[in-house]
């Protein structure tokens, strides 16, 4: 359910921007990991044509245009700078990347379907997303 109240997210003034920088790499660290496993996934299609191949990709890109995001808000600064609406945007992306990494995961690692040699990546690429949620979770004040 979503609710329709106003949400307010800007960076907390006291939060070291070492820590944005972090989510930084670790975003690039899960763009990386979803391109290799669309390359994975690209070379199971022969056994596995029921998959989604853009899926990867496409969390792929979202994970570069975070990336990005979190640099901006970095440079944002202060509480009730400009980049108040970003935070908050970067808040709903970012929970909209872990879902989508959790359900992509799940096609592969569904009992009963074959595996396509992707679930290394997956382990590479958890601990990445976790962090960065942790981070951002940390790093931003909702009010």
Do not use: H, N
Not at 27 to 42: D, F, K, M, N, Y
Not at 59 to 84: E, H, I, N, Y
């Amino acid at each position: 359910m979503v609710s329709t109240q106003e949400i307010r997210v800007t960076a907390r003034p006291d939060f070291d921007r070492l820590y944005l920088e972090g989510m930084v790499w670790d975003l690039a660290t899960v763009s990386g990991a979803l391109s290799e496993i669309a390359t994975t996934w690209r070379r199971a299609l022969p056994c596995r044509p029921d998959l989604p191949l853009d899926l990867p990709q496409r969390l792929a890109d979202m994970a570069r245009r975070l990336a990005a995001d979190v640099r901006s808000l970095k440079a944002a600064g202060a509480p009730g700078a400009p980049g108040q609406d970003l935070a908050r945007e970067v808040t709903i992306r970012m929970s909209a990347l872990s879902q989508g990494a959790d359900y992509a995961r799940a096609i592969t690692a569904g009992g009963g379907t074959a595996g396509v040699g992707d679930a290394p990546l997956w382990e590479l690429l958890r601990p990445a997303l976790r962090r960065t949620g942790r981070t951002l979770t940390t790093s931003l004040v909702t009010t």
